[in-house]
């Protein structure tokens, strides 16, 4: 399983971006999927998570208000090749800048429950796109 991040980009602040993570050929039948960014110098943190078909989602308090996940993913368009989740970044600031990684796993309590989960819960990450806010 290859997950691929795009729509990274330098910004101005005030800006928007939208991340988007295709994630083709993932096999569960629902997944906690998730937005990790690392800024140089500093530990990767957890800024969003979703669990596929239901409702619970996870923003850091420092994106709260400001950043959107969502994801199209079903057994459908598993089939199609077009599993895709997205992050709207909207009112951007220059401490968003960093790597953004979109990872994958089972489903667990945490994710499921709305809560962060830890980088350790997933077991698939892509490759990563750089935001760069100004």
């Known amino acids: 399983v290859q997950l691929v991040e795009s729509g990274g980009g330098s910004v101005q602040a005030g800006g928007s971006l939208r991340l988007s993570c295709a994630a083709p050929g993932y096999r569960y039948d629902t997944y906690c999927m998730g937005w990790f960014r690392q800024a140089p110098g500093k530990e990767r943190e957890g800024v969003a998570a979703?669990?596929?078909?239901?409702?619970?989602?996870?923003?850091?308090?420092?994106?709260?208000g400001r950043f959107i996940i969502s994801e199209e993913m079903d057994r459908e368009k598993e089939r199609s090749g077009k599993n895709m989740m997205f992050m709207q970044m909207d009112s951007l600031k220059p401490e968003d800048t960093a790597t953004y990684y979109c990872a994958a796993g089972p489903p667990n309590p945490r994710c499921s429950g709305g809560y962060a989960a830890p980088s350790d819960d997933y077991t698939h990450w892509g490759q990563g796109t750089q935001v760069t806010v100004s």
């Open positions: 979703i669990v596929t078909s239901g409702e619970a989602t996870y923003y850091a308090d420092s994106v709260k």
